[in-house]
């Protein structure tokens, strides 16, 4: 099982970037994905999560400091995750990091629940 996450860069603050996170080895419809992201001396942070109910419900969570900002989101056909990041903000800059769990009823926001990581990807913002 391999989560495989791209997509990181430099931008403007005010700009956008979309993350993208390919999973293979297995099928992971039925899983919990997530982003987190880690700032230089800080821990690692939850910031998005999805999981397909199977119909055309998708259920959404996000931290409240991308809330607005940041879309997840899942194409179950490709086994990858996106995250949309716009009005990027100077402390968005971290490395970002995808996640499989499939403890659903878990918290999602604790990055211990998950069981699967991809490398990270860095995300810089300049002012």
């Known amino acids: 099982v391999q989560l495989q996450a791209s997509g990181g860069g430099l931008v403007q603050a005010g700009g956008s970037l979309r993350l993208s996170c390919a999973a293979s080895?297995?099928?992971?419809?039925?899983?919990?994905m997530g982003w987190f992201r880690q700032a230089p001396g800080k821990e690692r942070e939850f910031v998005a999560g999805i999981i397909w109910s199977g119909s055309s419900t998708v259920y959404t969570v996000y931290a409240d400091t991308v809330k607005g900002r940041f879309t997840i989101s899942r194409d179950n056909a490709k086994n990858t995750v996106y995250l949309q990041m716009n009005s990027l903000k100077p402390e968005d800059m971290a490395v970002y990091y995808c996640?499989?769990?499939?403890?659903?009823?878990?918290?999602?926001?604790?990055?211990?629940?998950?069981?699967?990581w991809g490398q990270g990807t860095q995300v810089t913002v300049s002012s």
């Open positions: 080895g297995r099928t992971f419809s039925s899983y919990v």
């Open positions: 996640a499989a769990k499939t403890r659903i009823y878990d918290s999602w926001r604790l990055s211990s629940t998950y069981d699967y």
